[in-house]
């Protein structure tokens, strides 16, 4: 059955139609003055002069957990790489130096053109090896190849750019809790 949906009735002034386009004109200078003159109020940032402040959360780009010595937490197992939808990861495994860790990554890269950033790989990870709360969210480069990031510079982070009580994090050489993290690990108490 059909609908009548009744017409709205209008006032004399708004069949004018002058005064509903100066009332519209009035919203939108009204909107230019305050961008113009209170920037502050503004939910939009300088962009680039002023980048965005990304959520610890946010699904950003990967880094490599790091043991206290510095090596990759990686044991190379490929359950992030099988976990992948996008086929962005590459690993080449290499028998690890100690027996406990039995093998660690010889070749760890993303493709971050075909990655998206879906997490996968974090989720399907074991030992807590990929992480990715960067907060690097914007990645510009000028060469198709500078996108696929290598092991080296997944590794390449810093402890004091993270969370005093991220425990994994401070491990890291150079972290809060590195040197006696490295003495249990040295000592085979610890991984
Ligand atoms: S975030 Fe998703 S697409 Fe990107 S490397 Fe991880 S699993 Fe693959
Ligand atoms: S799932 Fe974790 S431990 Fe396994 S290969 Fe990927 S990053 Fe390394």
Known sequence: MAIVVPRP???????????????GLALTIGH???????????????????????????????????????SP???????????????CIEIVAEEADNAHIEKRPEVFNIDLLLC???GLCVEACPCDAIRMDTKKAIIVEDARHKFIIDKNSLLDWKPEDYPAEDVISQQAPGG???????AAFQSGSGH
């Open 9 to 23: 009735r209008l006032s004399t002034a708004e069949k004018l139609y002058f005064v509903e386009i100066f009332k």
């Open 176 to 182: 809060l809790l590195n040197a006696a993290a490295l």
């Open 32 to 70: 230019a003055w305050r961008t113009l003159t209170r920037t502050e109020t503004l939910e939009t940032l300088d962009y680039p002069e002023v980048q965005p402040d990304i959520p610890r959360d946010y699904r950003s780009q990967h880094r490599l957990m790091q043991r206290p010595d510095g």
């Open 116 to 118: 998206i950033y879906c």
């Open 73 to 87: 937490r990686c044991v190379a197992c490929f359950m992030c790489s099988t976990a992948c939808p996008a086929r």
